[in-house]
């Protein structure tokens, strides 16, 4: 499952769009600063006055194809870079609400068929050329061109300039949620230099406004930026350079950090978080995300699409058990997509204690009915990790002795998800619905993406529920919250009741740095909403500054 | 002459048949690229025109004849994702992988061959003991346990060496190469289990020679000790230890891909490692070509080399 994690998560995060991961966000630091003509500031009580100066090195968890917003696919490590030498568009502060940021402002007409995008001004690229509406028309041009990005633009049918600073976007739909897809990938405009570079220059040396400059990189060691002397936000930022390492052995990361090498990294790896706790030389901030793990069943596939076999296999699988031996017990345990702390949480009656005795009735049940013998023959599915190994230890002791016979394959990532998409499964480990908004989840659950088996559907467990149908929808027409929540918690029960998955935990992000490494988690728009401290494992570094 | 001809064209064979298999082998392996490079929400039709501009649709032998057509002169195609061009990425680690390989030949070296002399010269004596159960107990650890041991006490607890990464000594072309100090960890690491052979392979051949009959007349004529071991013993019993050294790159090469990894060294296993799992075909191929030949030439080369230790071979082949 951990690898599972940035292995389907990249996919995932862009193919649909800026789907999973939206408000990336991290929390920057320190300093008070504004927009040009002096926006509001947040200065940062516990830290000090930011001084500028000095350089640090920030250990990833992966490496990124390259640098084209159009494409190249950023997961989590990808956006640590993207946010230092580009800007996007838009941006989502700490409550997940969007705000224009490279962007001046973002207006759509009455039923969001039109979106008029105006530009903020005096804004150049790192190479001098202006921020402009060709260089924003050019960038649309790209996303919708790309296989890679084309589909989540799927509702942008012209786009055209309309001075220099404004460019006009129409839709084929009303779209009330695009300045959310600029919050992503999709929002990060590289300067016209970039994309009509050579195809190794477009993807290995980017151009962007950001607060830092691309300097050098070496693929797999470091990508290395240099402070931006011109920023639009005055003031910032505060070091002079920055280093981006890829480190993609958990245990390394952490050890790179205890040793100097690296002043700050991310990671989602429960012992490395236990390790970092204990560390008092260290600075450890975590986030429980909504991302969380789970068995995914397929829905339409026998013998599982019945689904009181699905039920006893829930009551079969010891949640708790099973975060104590694989992760250290140290995360929540999941009841639905949401965790406790999000605001789109609701009680699910998710059985979170186990129940064997009413699991093998279940089963006994179905047995009788279809006039079978001998337990019920599934197919468990994962990757090839020692945790995933762990992990199918457990779950087919737990599943067989309910009166379920289980065999178990590991397979390579990528067949992994080709699998899910086809229908191709019986039961997997899996890991998503980590988006900042659940209408981004919509693909995902609603029956008209559940194809049929051998089909390629995004509703990979092919569950079909009107209710959850209605109340996506209904979720979808309104912008009131507390109307969106009423419909979600309908979702949550009815995911409950068809057991699609088997909510396991949420996932935990560390960052561990340095405590000479200040302004981290405080981060600001230039209208001074602050920023969410960490979102899906990215933080701010565009405010930190060091001590020294 | 001729041996050497005779050697190339086999060297021939064996790089035609490595890289038809590679080709081979990479499609064979489930996972489509198109998948693995749009995500899992790409659409049939974009899967479908991505696979054009790929020439993906060309059947494979078709596809193979190309890539040896580029190959043969240098054009080892473009990454499907990067789209650097091969020979270039592969530049561009090359030299490090190399650095990493010949510094762990070093230490292992410079390690097990005192000690396989002193254990050969004195067999049981406590350097024997001692090296034998410590060389092995090292052997039995698997690289990337040792090598997060190693940081834990060399970059972590004490430190004088980095724990991950490189610091650039100096550029070969677009390729690095690292500080000694920088990549002494990861070096040692892959060096630990060449160190264990090495030295109880020495030690066994100079125990055999040493009972040959010139070792006795040289005692005989009263020629010290040192001067027999180091003179008279130690060249006639590196023989099995070169050929072990060359046949060990093996091992050496497949142990890199591990330990660039772990120390995250953008070497040439980590750029194939990576390749793999984003099913970049024409990367791992030209990787994988770039090893297969290393191997023979080295292997080629320790051959040519016991000529040059051993008159005996020499004379055996201008006879033949």
């Known amino acids: 499952v951990r690898r599972l994690r940035f292995r389907f998560h990249r996919p995932v995060a862009l193919g649909l769009a800026a789907v999973l991961v939206l408000a990336a966000c991290g929390g920057g630091g320190g300093g008070g600063e504004g927009e040009e003509g002096g926006g509001a500031t947040r200065p940062t009580q516990e830290e000090g006055t930011p001084k500028p100066g000095g350089k640090i090195t920030v250990a990833l968890d992966a490496e990124t194809d390259g640098w084209d917003p159009s494409q190249n696919r950023w997961a989590v490590a990808g956006y640590y870079v993207a946010n230092a030498v580009f800007d996007p568009l838009v941006k989502q502060d700490a409550e997940g609400k969007w705000h224009p940021y490279l962007a001046e402002s973002l ?23 202006p921020l402009n509406a060709d260089a924003v028309v050019l960038h649309f041009d790209r996303l919708k061109k790309s296989f890679l990005t084309g589909q989540a633009f799927t509702p942008m049918e012209r786009w055209e300039k309309v001075d220099d600073l404004t460019v006009k976007v129409t839709m084929n739909t009303p779209w009330s949620t695009f300045p959310y897809y600029l919050s992503r990938q999709g929002g990060f405009v590289p300067a016209p230099a970039q994309y009509n570079a050579s195809d190794a220059d477009r993807t290995g040396k980017p151009i962007g406004t950001g607060p830092y400059m691309f300097k050098e990189w070496v693929r797999d060691d470091h990508l290395t930026v240099v402070k931006n002397p011109n920023y639009w936000r005055k003031g910032l930022p505060y070091l002079d350079e920055i280093t981006f390492r890829p480190i993609p052995d958990q245990q390394v990361r952490l050890a790179a950090v205890q040793s100097g090498d690296v002043q700050v990294m991310m990671t989602s790896d429960d012992q490395s978080i236990i390790a970092a706790r204990k560390d008092r030389s260290l600075r450890l901030r975590e986030e429980k995300t909504d991302e969380p793990a789970f068995f995914m069943i397929n829905t339409a596939k026998e013998p599982l699409s019945d689904v009181r076999l699905r039920r006893a296999l829930a009551l079969a699988t010891d949640q708790a058990q099973l975060n104590v031996l694989v992760g250290g017990g140290i995360r929540e345990l999941a009841t639905s997509p949401w965790s406790k702390g999000s605001k789109w949480y609701a009680e699910s009656g998710w059985p979170t204690k186990p129940d064997p005795e009413e699991a093998r009735k279940l089963v006994e049940e179905y047995k009788k009915e279809k006039g079978i013998t001998g337990p019920v023959k599934i197919t468990y599915e994962d990757v090839p990790t020692p945790t995933a190994r762990q992990i199918a230890e457990l779950v087919k002791t737990m599943w067989e002795k309910v009166g379920f016979s289980v065999s178990q394959k590991s397979v390579e990532q990528t067949e992994h998800i080709n699998n899910a998409l086809l229908g191709n499964y019986d039961i997997v480990t899996w890991r998503q619905f980590g988006s900042a908004d659940p209408d981004y989840d919509y693909i995902w659950w609603h029956s008209s993406t559940a194809k049929p088996i051998g089909d390629l559907a995004l509703n990979f467990a092919r569950n079909k529920d009107p209710q959850i149908d209605a109340a996506l929808d209904a979720a979808r027409r309104t912008s009131d919250d507390a109307e969106r929540k009423r419909q979600y918690a309908i979702v949550a029960k009815r995911l409950a009741v068809d057991v699609p998955y088997l909510w396991q935990t949420f996932t935990i992000w560390g960052i561990v740095s340095s405590p000479k490494v200040k302004g981290l988690y405080a981060g600001t728009l230039p209208d001074g909403s602050p920023l969410p401290p960490i979102h899906a494992g990215e933080v701010w570094l565009n405010q930190a500054w060091l001590e020294q | 002459v001729r041996y050497i001809r005779r050697k190339l064209v086999q060297l021939a064979v064996v790089l035609a048949v490595v890289s038809a298999a590679t080709y081979l082998l990479l499609n064979l392996l489930p996972g489509d690229p198109t ?286």
């Open chain 1, 107 to 129: 207006t759509p007409n009455a039923d969001f068929t039109s979106w008029t995008i105006k530009l903020r001004p005096n804004v150049r690229f790192h190479n001098g050329e």
């Open chain 2, 35 to 320: 998948l693995a490079i749009l995500g899992p929400s790409a659409t049939k039709e974009a899967q479908e025109a991505l696979r054009a501009e790929l020439n993906l649709d060309d059947p494979l032998p078709v596809r193979y004849g190309k890539w040896v057509g580029g190959a043969v002169t240098g054009d080892l195609g473009q990454s499907y994702i990067t789209r650097q061009p091969v020979a270039e990425a592969i530049g561009e680690r090359l030299p490090l992988t190399i650095e990493l390989m010949l510094m762990a030949e070093l230490i292992a070296l410079a390690v097990a061959v005192p000690l396989g002399i002193i254990a050969g010269a004195r067999p049981n004596g406590w350097v024997d003991r001692t090296a034998s159960a410590v060389t092995f107990g090292l052997l039995s650890i698997p690289n990337f346990m040792l090598g997060v041991l190693l940081i834990y006490l060399f970059a972590v607890r004490w430190k004088p060496f980095n724990a991950t990464g490189i610091d650039v000594w100096f550029s070969i072309g677009r390729g690095q190469v690292a500080t000694p100090r920088s990549i002494f960890l990861p070096a040692l690491t892959l060096a630990v289990g060449q160190m264990a052979v090495a030295m109880r392979l020495l030690r066994t051949d100079i125990i055999a020679t040493l009972q040959q009959d010139y070792i006795q007349m040289a005692r005989a004529m009263g020629l010290p000790n040192r001067r027999i071991l180091l003179r008279h013993a130690l060249r006639p019993s590196t023989f099995s230890l070169i050929t072990v050294i060359g046949l060990n790159m093996g091992a050496l090469i497949g142990g890199s891909f591990i330990v660039e990894n772990l120390f995250a060294l953008p070497g040439l296993g980590r750029l194939i490692v990576t390749s793999i799992y984003k099913r970049d075909y024409l990367l791992v191929q030209g990787g994988v070509l770039v090893v297969a030949v290393g191997y023979v030439v080295i292997n080629f080369a320790v051959d040519l080399l016991y000529a040059v230790l051993d008159p005996r071979v020499r004379d055996a082949r201008a006879l033949a």
